[in-house]
């Protein structure tokens, strides 16, 4: 029976758009009124969300009214750098990262998104005399410049007791030199808590660990690192979003896969292929998936042979049907990046789906097997953390269901009850994008994992080496088994 589940589970999140530009010229519109906007995402999210009426149940639909009919009345008279705010409010409601309202970055909203956010907090600096003051600074202390992925720089400096995130570099749109990214509060050695504020300043908590160098910190899954100043001895460590492969000692292999972005395919493809040989010769293989924010399911297709053992069944997804919904699937097919062999799959779906009589169509489970069960690697490990989501928790998914898989780390971030985004969805008002969901997981309601995340079979303590944790743990428990057969 036909089924599409892994071609098609498309998971763009909301939470990691906020690191990428969408530079895309949607049609123009002159439909800007904030109230008319506010009622176009509405009927867009009632109609097209497949989860609007397991969240909007009849219990809450009284308060659900109010809290809409509130935010109408400030619509009427709200500017037009406080209108995004007001249509942000009303899609939080759903606590769901995969239902989002971005803005359009094309140049002539730039002024738009700056005025939006100009009043954010702030702390006065200038970078020459923060490098100045660290000539001299203990290398080893947090403040210095911290550097994640893409071109996010900031300046980590003590106040109080507290740490603050400064912005140091100017993105012209989003963020400017002075505003606070996040702040950290101590709460035990190396341990502290702290406060994030996203792409778009929406506010998040978060707790974490710096290592003992001070030199790298994970925040929400995304890996900062202290670029200035460093121990004359320290050796830079790998990129945070490199991808690669290393043998490490005789018994372990460790794959990278920091995204699963559909660019990125040929890459993860390539990187395995090239080293199977290495790979189905060597005892442990350890996946580090940490931060890998998701995308298409298609880019770990290769990894997936590698650690099966026994058949692999994935829960259908419940597709909300209609006309918008399958106007998604039809413009992924000219999509340049997708593979040709699965567009003629993805055309078949659509099919489907304009053959369906009800408002939903629920696929069969997705039965997967394979023709060999590999020797080696006799064990794997997924290393996971909360950074994990979307297509990337449809892999851990899949994988704890073999024999040879062990999760380590922290939960994961929680995003997958909700997918297949497929593509952003134009409005009348070109200012704004919105990103909705097509389909549901079949588990829902009884089963979710939206907020509350996969759990690992072994988690690992902070201010530990991961990997370094995960191959000593691995070695214990070979020595185990050889011990009890003796």
């Known amino acids: 029976m036909f089924t599409v589940p892994t071609l098609i589970r498309l998971c763009y999140l909301y939470l990691f758009v906020l690191f990428f530009s969408l530079n895309t010229a949607y049609a123009q519109g002159t439909q800007c009124d904030c109230r008319v906007i506010l009622e176009e995402v509405m009927n867009k999210v009632r109609d097209n969300y497949p989860g609007y009426t397991i969240k909007i149940t009849a219990e809450q639909k009284h308060h659900f009214q109010q809290f809409t009919d509130s935010l109408k009345k400030v619509t009427d008279t709200a500017s037009a750098s406080a209108c995004y705010p007001l249509l942000q409010a009303w899609i939080a409601y759903f606590n ?18 700056k005025s939006t956010f100009a009043n954010s907090r702030r702390y006065p600096l200038t970078k020459d005399s923060l490098l100045k003051r660290w000539e001299s600074h203990p290398p080893n202390s947090p403040e210095g410049i911290w550097n994640a992925s893409g071109n996010n720089q900031i300046a980590l400096i003590k106040q109080g007791d507290d740490y603050l995130g400064i912005v140091t570099n100017v993105d012209n749109v989003f963020w400017q030199p002075g505003q606070i990214k996040f702040e950290l509060k101590e709460s ?18 978060f707790s974490t660990h710096l290592d003992e160098n001070s030199l790298s910190i994970d925040i929400k899954g995304v890996k900062w690192v202290k670029t200035y100043p460093l121990p004359s001895s320290h050796s830079r460590p790998i990129p945070v979003d490199s991808f690669y492969f290393a043998k490490t000692d005789s018994n372990n292999t460790l794959l990278r896969l920091p995204s699963f972005d559909l660019r990125y395919k040929s890459l993860i493809d390539s990187l395995i292929t ?65 593979p040709e062999k699965d567009k003629s799959d993805i055309a078949a779906f659509i099919r489907i789906l304009q053959k369906q009589r009800g408002d939903y169509y629920h696929e069969p489970d997705e039965i997967s097997t394979f023709p060999t069960v590999y020797p080696q690697p006799q064990k794997v490990a997924l290393l996971i953390d909360e950074g994990c989501a979307s297509a990337t928790e449809f892999l851990i998914l899949k994988a704890k269901q073999s024999k040879k898989v062990t999760l380590f780390g922290k939960r994961s971030a929680g995003i997958v009850d909700y997918s297949n985004l497929v593509g952003p969805r134009a409005l009348s008002c070109s200012r704004y994008i919105l990103w909705c969901p097509t ?19 072994v988690e690992i303590p902070d201010q530990i080496n991961w990997v370094d944790f995960v191959q000593q743990y691995l070695a214990n428990q070979v020595h185990k088994i050889v011990k009890a057969t003796k």
């Open 439 to 457: 389909a549901r997981s079949a588990r829902l309601p009884q089963y979710p994992i939206d907020n509350i995340g996969i759990k690992p079979d």
């Open 188 to 205: 035990g050695k190396q341990l502290w808590n702290g406060t994030l504020y996203n792409r778009f300043h929406v506010r998040d908590t």
């Open 274 to 338: 090239s080293n199977m040989a290495t790979i189905i010769s060597t005892p442990h293989l350890i996946v580090d998936l940490r931060g890998n924010l998701g995308g298409f399911n298609l880019c770990f297709e290769k990894l997936l042979p590698l650690i099966y053992t026994d058949t692999v069944i994935t829960t259908g997804l419940v597709t909300k049907v209609t006309k918008e919904n399958i106007q998604l699937y039809k413009d992924l097919l000219t999509n340049n990046q997708l």
């Open 96 to 113: 769901d990262k995969h239902l989002a309202i971005l803005f359009s970055e094309s140049p002539e909203n730039k002024e738009l998104i």
